[in-house]
Each structure stands twice: as C-alpha cells, then as structure tokens.
C-alpha cells in the first residue's frame, strides 16, 4: 500500500494563506541570481541571500537541526532571464544550474506570516536531509516544529522543489515523533482533505501504551493517530498517536484499553500547514548578511 494514498510525493512549500486567515495574494519580491549560479533552484524550495545574491537555502537537518541559518530569505517561486543561445526572454518554473544569464532574476515569497502547505516525510532512527518515505501527521502535531527535508532537491520536468517535513527520528523503522525543540518551521494544522485510514485487529493487556496487532502491517506508521470503537482512552477525539511500529508491537503516546478482537483505525495526515519559527527567517533575525 502505497505511503502517499492521496499525495503523490513531495511538492516543496506552496502558500496557501497568512497567519490570521488572511488569503495569500500572490505578493513576490524579485532577488537577482549571480549569472552562473552552479546549483539548480526549484519551485517551492528555500533560498537565502549570500552577498546580495539568490542561493539554495543551506539548513541541513542532519548536521545542525537547530541552528538559525542568517539570510534564509523564504521560498523560491519561479525566475526570468535571457536564455544565453536564442537571446530570449524565460519566464522559468526553475532556475537550470550554471546558466549564463547577466539579468537573472528570482521571485521569491519573502513574508514570513505566509502559511504553507507541505507533504509529510519521514525520518528512520537518525535525522537525516532526505525523507525516508512518505510520512504521517496528526492534530498532535499541531504547534510542534518540523524540519524541511529538500536533500531530494527537485525535478527538472516539472521545475518543482522535492522538499517534504518531518517530526523526530523513531526507535524502529520510519515516521514521525513530535519535536518542540528549535526548528526552521512550525505545524498551524493538518489538511484533512487527504487524511489516510488502515484498519487492523489490534488489542493492549488491560490500560497499556503498547498496542499488539494481529499481523504486522507495513502501513502502520509513528505519527498516526488512533481510533477505536470501543474501550477507554482510544476514541478518536482522545487524540493518542503512534510513537513506535515494531512488528506488530505499537507504542502509544498514552495508555489505552482495548479489548482482543477490535477493528482499530489508524489515520494518518500526508499533508499538513507551515509557517516560519521565528529568527529562522530573515526578516526576524537581528543578524544580517
């Protein structure tokens, strides 16, 4: 069963409105990009500013998962230059590596209220830059901080930015934990419309945080929530999520009892919305550039 049921993979940042509800106008601040500029920048991806210039944005979840970045400016939406062998005008998805373009110019979403929406990576046991697979969310996620993941960087086809987030790493497998430590990106909400659902026969020894499955099923993922029809403690509006897939051993987030032979729901949200943490963006960062 596929990870991504109703997302077909990453797609990078795409602004949907601003804190407060305020619809997203389109508004773009134009940022040149140094003609030969070596690495390829993809719609939806972060960029900061390097001496006055656009470049890909360098935070690495792997290898500094707190550290503020200065200069990350915001997300990357398109560019136009000359194309350096007809001498004419490009309005581009993405700016192609190295091209020799003396007018280049990028648009960028600079606003740090713009909300976003993102698929749902996920991490295998240590932080890594590129996802690990498709991923799950769930309303417990809500104001937990994610990590942007873009080590898949994006296609050239659709000029589209691969980036997903993820929550922390897991003890076995791959999927999401919370994470309330520093990172780049806050979760405001889930988007139900895609939420995914895989029902299997599960049951705890009398009030328990460990969930026995009847088989294993590969489709069972930390950071799912939980939704049984029966027993105490695991109704959906309880909000207890997945903290840990072993086999057909679950651990949960909080105690629940559920009795041998319940049909138990496992939802899991693929998309969720963003928006920036503090001085990890630019324009709330006292240190310039």
Known sequence: MSAYPAVSGPYGLKAVNEIGGLPYAGSTRMIPIASGYSTSLFYGQIVQLSGGTLIAGSYTPATNPTTVIAGTIGVFVGCQYTNPS????????????????????????????????????SQATSLSNTSSGGGYMNPAFIGTNVY???????????????????????????????????????????VPDTVYAVTQTASTSGSSTTLTLTAANSAIQAGMQISSPSGTGGYSGNYVYVTNVNSTTVTLNSAVTIASGTQVTFLGYPEVLVTWNGNFHSYNNTTGV
């Open 86 to 121: 007809t001498l004419q005008p490009i309005q581009s998805q993405y700016w192609p590596a190295s091209t020799i373009a003396n007018d280049a110019i990028a648009y960028v979403i600079d606003d740090p209220r713009t909300v976003y929406k993102v698929a749902v990576g």
């Open 148 to 190: 942007p993941l873009s080590g898949a960087g994006g296609s050239t086809t659709t000029g589209n930015s691969l980036l997903s987030v993820s929550g922390g790493v897991v003890t076995n497998g791959t999927g999401n934990t919370r994470v309330t430590a520093a990172a780049p990106l806050r979760v405001v909400s889930v």
